[in-house]
């Protein structure tokens, strides 16, 4: 999940919808490269304004709302919208949330919150955002139920291996992996909830080389903050894709379930293995096939294993999470790529992660093993469905 990268697009993969709603709605999910708060964001790309627009989808109005942040595109379908002009609102209402996570959260811009704190005297307790203490509680959360294989800490490392801010350069040495590893780990920082001015959060750093690096996890968090936007401006149906992260609510255009296409990887961008039916969740996905760099010759991945300050190496193409928010659900599924399917799947096991994770096989294709959470969560979406078609004033 470390999902940085060089001056590669974060594309990655998100999926088709199949028969159900918009005749080519595929949600990519993509790698996350230089995604999230930890993508370059050049000032063209990033100045352009959000589009919304509205299109009828299987009888029903749509708005089609599309921008860039962090580094990567964005977009989003809000069911039930038959005006242009609150369309283009509501596309200006999102890039507002989003842009305020990028000068939050952002490595890659000197003077967000996050670089400051990075910056910032060591020992000290510097207060912090509100939102940016929201995602380092998910960011511990999951760090302490994965046993650090996730961790916002592992920022040093993944810009030695190249994948950071610096430019990439010649393998770090062990010993200065074995450096770096020491401003990682659990004691690596701390969040001190109602130590803040006004009794909010402050962020304490161990030491100085300790830097947070947030792109495991705000993407989905940005993604879950443009539902919520949506949601307090009233609507109950949409989907959400930010860099790659993906919340639903409600139906799809024509009542059904939105279909979301998991890639498949090694082929062309949008090849979907698996389509995935989603009502009120949210999905992520982690792999090593869309940002990779060679080093002496050998191609290595942009996900760093925290306890090795190293690539990962196992044959685990991809993993996929669902979740009730994206903030999790992105954070869960870099820590299990870290893991592996063997000792990520026990663990999703033992936590109630639905996961589904993707291996490679010796023959060239692919086999994917689903956690129970997984089949649990995939049997129950017809019935959601069909609370939301039994719901006053759902869809014809």
């Known amino acids: 999940m470390a999902e940085e990268g060089a001056p590669a697009p974060p594309w990655s993969r998100l999926r088709p919808l199949p028969v159900v709603f918009v005749a ?3 949600v990519f999910l993509w790698w996350r490269a230089p995604q999230g ?7 063209s790309a990033e100045a352009i304004a959000p589009t919304g627009g509205v299109e009828r989808q299987s009888g029903v109005d749509c708005a089609l709302l599309a921008g860039r942040t962090m580094g990567a595109g964005w977009h989003a379908t809000v069911v039930g919208v038959a005006d242009a002009a609150q369309a283009q609102a509501l ?4 890039q507002g949330v989003l842009d305020k996570v990028d000068a939050s959260m952002s490595t890659y811009k000197s003077e967000s919150e996050l670089s400051r704190l990075n910056r910032a005297a060591a020992g000290e307790p510097q207060p912090v955002s509100r939102d940016l203490a929201a995602v380092l509680q998910i ?9 650090y294989a996730f961790d916002v ?20 040495t062990a010993a200065k992996l074995q450096a770096l590893r020491q401003s990682a780990g659990p004691r690596a920082y701390s969040l001190r909830l109602g130590a803040g001015p006004d009794g909010g959060a402050a962020l304490v750093r161990a030491r100085d080389g300790v830097k947070l690096d ?24 949409y989907l959400v894709e930010v860099g790659g992260e993906v919340v639903v609510a409600g139906l799809a255009p024509g009542g ?30 982690s792999g090593d096939y869309r940002n990779s760099r060679v080093i002496d010759g050998e191609s290595v991945s942009h996900t760093i294993d925290p306890t090795t300050g190293a690539p990962i190496t196992h044959g685990l193409a991809s993993i996929s999470v669902l979740h009730d928010d994206a903030g999790r659900a992105d954070a869960w599924a870099t820590a299990l790529n870290v893991l592996g399917a063997e000792r990520g799947g026990a663990l999703a096991r033992a936590q109630g992660i639905a996961a589904m994770f993707l291996l490679r096989k010796p023959d060239g ?6 956690s129970p959470a997984w089949e649990a969560r995939q049997a129950q979406v017809h019935e959601r469905a069909r609370r939301h078609s039994a719901a006053p004033g759902a869809q014809p």
């Not at 708060?37 to 000032?43: Q, Y």
């Not at 998991?262 to 082929?267: L, Q, S, T």
């Open 37 to 43: 708060a930890n993508a370059p964001s050049t000032a």
């Open 153 to 172: 800490a592992v920022a040093p490392l993944v810009d030695a291996w190249g994948f950071g801010p610096s430019p990439p350069g010649a393998a770090p």
């Open 91 to 94: 596309a200006a209402a999102a």
């Open 214 to 237: 947030l792109s495991a996890v705000a993407p989905g968090y940005a993604t879950d903050l443009v539902a919520a936007e949506l949601r307090r401006r009233g609507h109950k149906a």
């Open 24 to 26: 080519l709605l595929f």
């Open 365 to 370: 294709g692919f086999e994917d093993q689903r």
């Open 139 to 147: 960011a511990l959360e999951v760090s302490q139920a994965s046993d």
């Open 256 to 285: 059904r379930p939105w279909q979301l296409g998991v890639e498949a990887p090694d082929a062309p961008p949008g090849t979907v293995y698996k389509s995935v039916p989603m009502v009120d969740e949210a999905l992520a996905t």
